[in-house]
């Protein structure tokens, strides 16, 4: 047998008939629906609020130097040095690689705020790496290098020539621009 109502809906009903805030602004009171859709705007604002993004920080590196102790190093002095930003460090595969092509990295680059590259040998870097530096200088992103004294600001990237070495080292990270 139906009453011709629904439980839910009877106290809905009645959740809206009771409810009843204050406004913040101008201390006048609201009833009903009125007052839920003041509720809903203050809680909306306050998610708002603690959805704002932090910096990102995008940490580039050699596929050699995943998962290990240099790589966890790295992380931890980049934690400290950078303790209000994001860090975004991306592991692919030579597989994920080819499926999602460059454009994905460089559409990473673009949403970071900086740029940290951990080269492969002294200022050397392999040529995703270097391909992401040069996207990020050309997109007026910051780019860092991170030495063992610490961290520098680079200015310039070029390949090698001759890239073919059996290292992967395709580029050449510069402080200074060069003409």
Not at 4 to 21: I, K, T, V, W
Not at 99 to 115: F, N, P, Q, S, T
Not at 163 to 169: I, Y
């Amino acid at each position: 047998m139906s009453l011709g109502f629904d439980r839910d809906e009877l106290y809905e009903q009645r959740l809206m008939e009771s409810a009843r805030l204050t406004e913040p602004s101008s201390g006048k009171t609201v009833y009903g629906r009125e007052a839920l859709r003041l509720f809903a705007n203050e809680v909306g604002e306050a998610l708002r609020e603690a959805r704002k993004k932090k910096p990102i920080l995008y940490y580039a590196r050699a596929l050699q130097k995943y998962d290990t102790a240099a790589e966890a190093g790295d992380l931890d002095y980049l934690k400290e040095l950078y303790p209000d930003h994001r860090i975004r460090a991306l592991k692919i595969t030579s597989a994920g690689h080819a499926k999602r092509g460059l454009k994905y990295y460089h559409d990473k680059v673009e949403e970071a705020d900086v740029l940290v590259v951990a080269p492969f040998r002294k200022n050397r870097v392999t040529a995703g790496v270097l391909s992401e530096v040069r996207h990020a200088l050309k997109k007026k992103i910051s780019v860092k290098r991170l030495y063992k004294g610490g961290i520098s600001t680079i200015k310039a990237a070029r390949g090698r020539k001759g890239a073919k070495n059996p290292a992967g080292e395709f580029g050449v990270l510069r402080s200074r621009k060069v003409k």
